[in-house]
């Protein structure tokens, strides 16, 4: 349950941050902003249920691998988010997707490959 507490408070920040910039976007919305929050509390679900099929001592790595794709992932919504609604784009965006997946592919890889040695 404690592990469910952080991410329900980054989904409450996110939601919060859309909801502010939404209303001061004078009527321009954005789909990847508008659910960055979701992404958030789904990723924290997924997480908390890993945990309680591994032991702690299998999760570090992988914790850190997740963790670090995720905030990829977060940080491409929000400033795909943030630049259609500027009505601009930037040619790097795309890292952020390839990173964010690239980390979260190696964390579950990781935990598998942790998995596969302790059985």
Same mark, same amino acid.
């Given at each position: 349950?404690?592990?469910?507490?952080?991410?329900?408070?980054?989904?409450?920040?996110?939601?919060?941050?859309?909801?502010?910039?939404?209303?001061?976007?004078?009527?321009?919305?954005?789909?990847?902003?508008? %659910?960055? &929050? $979701?992404?958030?509390?789904?990723? =924290?679900?997924?997480?908390?249920?890993?945990?309680?099929?591994?032991?702690? /001592? +299998?999760?570090?790595?992988?914790?850190?691998?997740?963790?670090?794709?995720?905030?990829?992932?977060?940080?491409?919504?929000?400033?795909?988010?943030?630049?259609?609604?500027?009505?601009?784009?930037?040619? %790097?965006? &795309? $890292?952020?997707?390839?990173?964010? =997946?690239?980390?979260?592919?190696?964390?579950?890889?990781?935990?598998?490959? /942790? +998995?596969?040695?302790?059985?």
């Amino acid at each position: 349950m404690k592990k469910l507490i952080p991410y329900g408070l980054l989904s409450l920040c996110l939601f919060l941050f859309q909801m502010v910039y939404h209303h001061f976007s004078h009527g321009v919305v954005s789909f990847s902003l508008q %659910y960055a &929050w $979701l992404l958030m509390a789904v990723a =924290g679900l997924i997480w908390w249920l890993i945990g309680r099929i591994f032991s702690h /001592k +299998q999760l570090r790595i992988s914790a850190n691998l997740y963790h670090s794709g995720l905030a990829c992932l977060i940080t491409w919504c929000l400033l795909n988010g943030v630049l259609e609604i500027a009505g601009s784009d930037s040619p %790097y965006l &795309w $890292l952020y997707l390839l990173f964010g =997946g690239g980390f979260i592919l190696a964390s579950l890889v990781t935990l598998g490959i /942790k +998995q596969k040695n302790i059985v």
